[in-house]
């Protein structure tokens, strides 16, 4: 009884990723790029790509340039599948150059 049970919390796990944040300019939706590192299959040179995931953010804390953590969710729209967790770190304020 004790077997099933753990496996029931086991796969209840949510996906978790870590990312920038590129735009908030949604009410409460941020776009998070998330970077992924690998060695390509045929000739070993480390690639990256990156992928844009649109994420629920309740109290818009999340600016530009600030590393995010996000977690899947059910779908709150039809681009939205992502909620914001946890704001790990403060990005540097982008400011407008003046001409």
Do not use: C
Request: charged content about 35%; proline content about 4%.
């Amino acid at each position: 009884m004790a077997e099933s049970t753990n496996i029931m919390a086991s796969t209840g796990k949510r996906k978790q990723r870590v990312g920038e944040v590129v735009s908030n300019k949604m009410t409460k939706t941020i776009v998070v790029r998330v970077e992924r590192r690998f060695p390509h299959p045929k000739f070993k040179k480390i690639v990256t790509s990156y992928k844009k995931f649109y994420a629920h953010d309740e109290k818009a804390q999340a600016k530009p340039g600030d590393t995010v953590r996000i977690e899947e969710s059910r779908p709150l729209s039809k681009l939205k599948r992502w909620t914001l967790v946890e704001v790990v770190e403060r990005g540097e304020a982008l400011t407008a150059v003046a001409a």
